[in-house]
């Protein structure tokens, strides 16, 4: 049974930063990508970041391009998202998942997520 540990969530003020990580078991087959997408109350899903497991290529959302930082370890399934210079309208669910592909399709061809971890900016 596939299991994600997701942790670093948290209440943050605009411009600071928080790390998500989040710790993957169970998985009987090699994975292709894993990433974080995010559920904000009202909006649609988003795919934000996600990291190859073949050649370490990587995506990010025109929204969080140049701020999130997105990284893996192995052999434990472990990825990591730095998140600095959050913005109010980062608050969501952001859920660790893997999925088919490591694109700007990245959200629509999703294999498995975890319970998620809440991160809310706010001053």
């Known amino acids: 049974q596939v299991q994600f540990v997701e942790s670093g969530g948290g209440l943050v003020q605009p411009g600071g930063s928080l790390r998500l990580s989040c710790v993957a078991s169970?998985?009987?087959?090699?994975?292709?990508?894993i990433g974080w997408f995010r559920q904000a109350p009202g909006k649609e899903r988003e795919g934000v970041a996600c990291i190859s497991s073949h050649d370490g290529y990587t995506y990010y959302a025109d929204s969080v391009k140049g701020r999130f930082t997105i990284s893996r370890a192995d052999p434990k399934i472990t990825a990591y998202l730095q998140m600095n210079s959050l913005k109010p309208e980062d608050t969501a669910v952001y859920y660790c998942a893997t999925s088919r592909v490591c694109s700007v399709w990245y959200d629509r061809y999703l294999e498995h997520w975890g319970q998620g971890a809440t991160v809310t900016v706010s001053s």
């Open positions: 169970g998985f009987t087959m090699a994975y292709n990508t």
